[in-house]
């Protein structure tokens, strides 16, 4: 076949070539805006049209007809206009005879739509298009929407922090509603171990309170985990001893809280933090939450410390406000000096007794205490000492006294004791065994043994001897009166005091 090259001759043909159908061809394809090359089955070039010179940015002699298809492509590869992985796919496709197309981007920086087509014969036949414009809007375009996909992304994660600070937010304030409705520590204990697996998903944990003593916590309640220590020393923890909430992650330089390793868990704890409680600038616990990175939907470290820190705080405000009500309540109804219940509990606590035996058709007893010759105790041996002896009742009282009984001061002296479902016969037996053990204490004042104290007890049954607090009381304070009168360090029942009462005088 005879190779033509068209559109590479500058002088002008004859007007009578002009209407030529290969003239009108060549003009045609010298005035189209893409480059065209043919190649034959062969790969050697056929015919291009001028355009291409401009588009590709080629010199005169990087191509020209009869150069093959693998200088031409060699020469692109050299340029740098041609990748290898371009050159790779597109010689593949060749070979099978089918289409192919790729951009060029040329070291001018514009882009050349290279597209292939094969001919009936085998030839191919292609074009370059250029598609520099159309490239640069599309990636400003395709620039433009990542850039309202991260904005989107962006506004989203902003949406759903927000909806995470609200939704923390709501659920602290329905703890706060509970907590402030517990009218002991044990209710406190059972909310915040059913609040904490909602307020932290997939957490384990534990919640300990310092004892009276202050030596230890005491292990209070748990979450999702068997591993509660029945007490941990206070030295024993990271957080107590720096006074502050501590984070441990395996992944940074940490070390274990001695009360986490005690646990002996099995597996390695990789996640945990420990939150001081802390109300009113006291220390009052520790809460230690525990997290697994190998659950997906668990909460971490990283999104979880502040929020169980805000647990913590809620918790030792509720802690703080429960043992305060206590305390007072407790002062309301206790005598400071010895630790008994006072006077005003022991009224309530006949009236509510008196309530219990009417709905049951029940009795309860009542015994009246007096310590014998306390006011020249008192002398002899000074206040100070009279309130050592006060105490020792006191404990003793408490000691002897079994679940349901109580015990109080009534005044000075004067001690009084319920004996719940008991009878006439049981409340004396009881009063008996209180005036033997009393008489068997051995106390002592700043090193000097003080001498030997005995009680004097009266004895009253609701609701023989009184169905009032009132009238039960002056009842059991007439048999008192009556072992006072029979030599005291004995005890005496409500009955013997009537029936000495109904007695006639001396005539």
């Given amino acids: 076949m005879k190779h033509q090259q068209i559109g590479l001759v500058g002088a002008q043909a004859p007007a009578a070539n002009a209407a030529r159908p290969e003239n009108l061809a060549s003009e045609v394809l010298n005035i189209m805006e893409q480059g065209v090359l043919v190649w034959s089955p062969e790969g050697v070039c056929e015919l291009h049209n001028t355009r291409i010179f401009n588009l590709l940015e080629l010199e005169g002699d990087d191509l020209r007809i009869g150069m093959t298809r693998e200088e031409f492509r060699a020469r692109a590869v050299a340029r740098g206009e041609l990748s290898r992985e371009n050159e790779e796919r597109s010689a593949g496709l060749i070979r099978a005879a089918q289409p192919y197309c790729f951009d060029r981007v040329l070291p001018s920086g514009r882009v050349v739509l290279t597209n292939g087509r094969p001919t009936r014969g085998g030839g191919y036949v292609v074009t370059f298009t250029d598609v520099t414009d159309a490239r640069r809007a599309a990636a400003d375009l395709d620039l433009a929407k990542r850039g309202a996909e991260e904005a989107e992304a962006r506004a989203k994660q902003v949406l759903a922090g927000e909806r995470q600070r609200q939704n923390e937010a709501r659920m602290l304030a329905e703890l706060d509603e509970w907590l402030q409705s517990c009218k002991s520590l044990d209710e406190l204990f059972v909310i915040v171990t059913r609040f904490m697996d909602k307020l932290l998903p997939h957490s384990k944990g534990e919640l300990y309170i ?74 009052v616990g520790l809460l230690h939450i525990r997290f697994d990175r190998r659950c997906e939907e668990a909460a971490h470290i990283t999104g979880s410390a502040q929020f169980a820190i805000r647990c913590g705080e809620h918790i030792s405000m509720a802690i703080a406000n429960v043992k305060l009500r206590d305390e007072l309540h407790d002062q309301s109804i206790r005598d400071p000096l010895t630790g008994l219940y006072n006077r005003r509990y022991f009224v309530d606590a006949l009236r509510r007794e008196i309530s219990i035996g009417a709905r049951n058709s029940g009795s309860f007893g009542l015994i009246s205490v007096d310590a014998d010759r306390f006011k020249a105790f008192n002398d002899n041996h000074g206040h100070d000492a009279g309130d050592t002896v006060l105490r020792a009742l006191g404990d003793k009282l408490r000691e002897q006294l079994v679940a349901g009984q109580v015990a109080c001061r009534m005044g000075g002296e004067e001690f009084a004791v319920l004996v719940p479902g008991a009878d006439s016969a049981q409340t004396m037996a009881l009063a008996e065994h209180l005036r033997q053990e009393v008489s068997k204490m051995q106390m002592s004042y700043m090193g000097s043994k003080l001498p030997c104290v005995t009680i004097s007890s009266g004895c009253a049954v609701w609701p023989m001897q009184g169905a009032t607090p009132q009238l039960l009381l002056r009842n059991a304070d007439k048999a008192l009166y009556l072992a006072k009168e029979e030599g005291r360090n004995c005890v005496r029942s409500a009955e013997a005091g009537a029936a000495a009462a109904a007695a006639p005088g001396p005539g």
């Avoid at 704890?269 to 409680?277: A, H």
Wanted: charged share 25%; proline share 1%; with cysteine.
């Fill in 210 to 283: 310092y004892s009276n003593s202050r030596d230890a916590l005491d292990g209070m309640c748990k979450w999702n985990t068997r591993d509660l220590h029945t007490s941990i020393q206070s030295d024993s923890c990271w957080a107590l001893r720096r006074g502050r909430s501590y984070e441990y992650n395996s992944d940074t330089i940490c070390f274990q809280c001695e009360h986490v390793e005690a646990h002996q868990h099995g597996v390695e704890i990789e996640e945990y933090i420990c939150v001081p409680i802390i109300a009113h600038g006291d220390t």
